[in-house]
């Protein structure tokens, strides 16, 4: 059965810094590309930033560009979100996805979600 299970989410400051984690299981990892979204309550949910499996080409959301880096670890079955300079605005639950499809618009797999809330 395919997983995906974020972790990294929290409270953090303005300015501050979190790395958000997506650990992958059930499926081979390496061909699939996997995309970070983000969901406020009531609200629909945004595409942040993805990696494709093979190139590794990176895609973010303009409100992240230059604040937030995507990478991926094989070995580990893992994909990190580094997030810097977090706003308010950032705050959000965070969802990992996975897909065949290199700009991941119809994603196979979804984690459950971790919430990261930026204070002003």
């Known amino acids: 059965e395919a997983q995906l299970v974020e972790s990294g989410g929290g409270l953090v400051q303005a300015g501050g810094s979190l790395t958000l984690s997506c650990v992958a299981s059930?499926?081979?990892?390496?061909?699939?590309?996997i995309g970070w979204f983000r969901q406020v309550a009531g609200k629909e949910r945004e595409g942040v930033s993805c990696?494709?499996?093979?190139?590794?080409?990176?895609d973010y959301a303009d409100a992240v560009k230059g604040r937030f880096t995507i990478s991926r670890d094989d070995a580990k079955n893992t994909v990190y979100l580094q997030m810097s300079s977090l706003k308010p605005e950032d705050t959000a639950v965070y969802y990992c996805a996975a897909d065949l499809s290199d700009d991941v618009v119809d994603p196979l797999w979804w984690g459950q979600g971790t919430q990261v809330t930026v204070s002003s």
């Open positions: 059930g499926f081979t990892f390496d061909d699939y590309a």
């Open positions: 990696l494709s499996a093979i190139d590794r080409d990176t």
